[in-house]
């Protein structure tokens, strides 16, 4: 088994971490945001442009993303948005973003729950969002949910992943994701599905997302990442979910899975103390405990 030298973080506490909590100003996201740029993160999801009347919480994505440019001045980060549409794409694209994230559920059911759309037609608007970002010179991942799982129809048939895979790498998109959206996967069928997935991706980059539901989140992405995935969602004090999933919270805590890689020789860009006190800030921000095992033990170097 060989690991690779270096893993990249995404830092999707803006986002996936903050749409299932009750909308905190936008002050207060600011916040948050200092503290992850301080970590050295390279990548971090800033917001999405989805329906304020789904989610509230991040109604404010233009707002967000007029903030972003002090910080592109000063460090060396690619914020992206989450997008659930072709005029989502556009409307993140106006705000400034150049990096954008199109989600396509593998099941049906969890795809009308989230997007309104069966699985087939979200998986056909790859090929007007992949125009509209290559027009504007953006770059757009596909993250294929509920991989391994669905909240409503159970497992989910890895051929429905594949075939989404192979239709987003024939539009021409710039990266893939498969994510764990509801926390229930294991290292097994992490290895399984990425086997399967490697072969149709070419040279793309392949990410991988987990929520640690049910306690395997970190020992998935470690298998995601023996597998040879070398980007990782991570938010920072665990915080996040899916709010079209009933059930699925936590996403891996960033500073328990950058604990995890250090100890395993295996690089990132983010500083550990720093990442404690972004989970902390984030904490405070949304007024109740996050489940990080970091936040609530510490480093066993530093303490």
């Known amino acids: 088994?060989?690991?690779?030298?270096?893993?990249?973080?995404?830092?999707?506490?803006?986002?996936?971490?903050?749409?299932?909590?009750?909308?905190?100003?936008?002050?207060?996201?600011?916040?948050?945001?200092?503290?992850?740029?301080?970590?050295?993160?390279?990548?971090?999801?800033?917001?999405?442009?989805?329906?304020?009347?789904?989610?509230?919480?991040?109604?404010?994505?233009a707002e967000l993303a007029q903030e972003l440019d002090r910080y592109r001045a000063s460090h060396d980060v690619e914020f992206s948005a989450l997008v659930a549409s072709p005029n989502g794409a556009k409307r993140a694209i106006a705000a400034g973003l150049r990096s954008i994230e199109y989600v396509v559920s593998a099941s049906d059911a969890h795809s009308h729950a989230n997007v309104g759309r069966t699985s087939?037609?979200?998986?056909?608007?790859?090929?007007?969002?992949?125009?509209?970002?290559a027009d504007s010179n953006t770059s757009v991942e596909v993250i294929i949910a509920t991989a391994w799982d669905c909240p409503f129809a159970g497992p989910t048939d890895p051929q429905r992943v594949l075939d989404i895979v192979s239709a987003a790498v024939g539009f021409g998109v710039n990266r893939i994701a498969v994510a764990d959206t509801i926390g229930t996967t294991t290292p097994r069928r992490v290895s399984s599905l990425i086997s399967q997935v490697r072969p149709l991706i070419g040279d793309l980059p392949l990410g991988a997302h987990f929520h640690n539901t049910r306690g395997a989140g970190l020992a998935s992405a470690y298998a995601a990442v023996q597998s040879g995935v070398t980007r990782l969602d991570a938010s920072v004090g665990g915080l996040g979910g899916c709010p079209f999933a009933p059930g699925a919270s936590g996403n891996i805590a960033t500073e328990d899975l950058v604990y995890l890689l250090r100890d395993s020789d295996i690089a990132v860009d983010v500083d550990l103390s720093a990442a404690i006190d972004a989970a902390r800030i984030a904490q405070d921000a949304v007024g109740h405990n996050l489940p990080s095992a970091l936040l609530r033990a510490g480093d066993r170097i530093l303490g």
């Open 1 to 61: 088994m060989t690991l690779p030298g270096k893993v990249d973080i995404r830092e999707v506490c803006l986002r996936d971490g903050l749409q299932i909590e009750k909308p905190i100003p936008l002050s207060a996201k600011v916040a948050i945001l200092d503290a992850i740029v301080a970590t050295g993160v390279r990548e971090v999801e800033a917001t999405a442009f989805v329906s304020p009347s789904k989610v509230p919480a991040l109604a404010d994505a």
């Open 120 to 133: 087939a037609e979200a998986t056909g608007q790859i090929a007007e969002i992949a125009a509209i970002a």
